[in-house]
């Protein structure tokens, strides 16, 4: 089934709040207690599918705590940002400010220089599990529910056949449905749905068939 393209109001920052953790609970706490430095090691690498929520850890963590060293997508660094990581993780191991990197590897498959894959194992390494559609549908439940909103079985269904998968996507379209039940002044039921997403979220392109 083909999923609908998202055009939905600017999402919420990034936070270890609104991190829907799921079997990532390990993972997150150990990011925030190296954001408050409380964590007793000095480099965390976070790995996983793209949607598994590396990238929001990684931009929460910077928010909490700006002087922390971040690196997101480190297949993708070219020589120069592989040495300044690579020196990052030496002086984090030596007092510095922490390191938290993450990839869509395990270090030892990274392909990077291999002193500095090495050095990306030296700490805690997690690997990111993406949340099962129970998770997303119990979340998206009480999101909803936040905002004085019902969303039965059916529209659940229906938002995570035809929407993008990552949270923060399914997130937003609550605010949209919240909107436009308001503005119709109708309870949310699975046509208000639709026609939810056809006028605000397509924004009048023609449906995908």
Do not use: C
Not at 30 to 48: D, P
Request: cysteine-free.
């Amino acid at each position: 089934m083909q999923q609908l393209p998202l055009g939905i109001s600017q999402q919420a920052q990034p936070s270890f709040d609104n991190f829907v953790a799921g079997p990532n609970a390990e993972a997150l706490a150990r990011v925030r207690e190296l954001a408050s430095g409380a964590l007793g090691e000095r480099i965390v690498y976070l790995w996983g599918e793209p949607g598994s929520g590396r990238s929001h850890l990684l931009r929460a963590a910077a928010r909490a705590n700006p002087s922390l060293v971040v690196a997101d997508d480190v297949e993708r660094l070219d020589a120069g940002a592989q040495q300044a990581l690579f020196i990052a993780i030496n002086e984090a191991r030596d007092g510095g400010p922490g390191v938290l990197a993450a990839g869509d590897k395990p270090p030892a498959q990274l392909a990077l220089r291999a002193d500095l894959s090495t050095r990306l194992a030296w700490g805690l390494v997690y690997q990111l599990a993406p949340l099962s559609d129970e998770d997303k549908a119990r979340h998206l439940k009480t999101v909803a529910a936040e905002r004085g909103l019902q969303l039965s079985d059916d529209i659940v269904e229906y938002l995570l056949t035809r929407l993008p998968r990552d949270m923060a996507s399914l997130q937003s379209v609550v605010e949209v449905l919240d909107r436009y039940s308001l503005m119709r002044k109708r309870a949310l039921t699975l046509p208000l749905v639709r026609e939810a997403l056809a006028e605000e979220i397509l924004g009048g392109h023609p449906r995908s068939r």
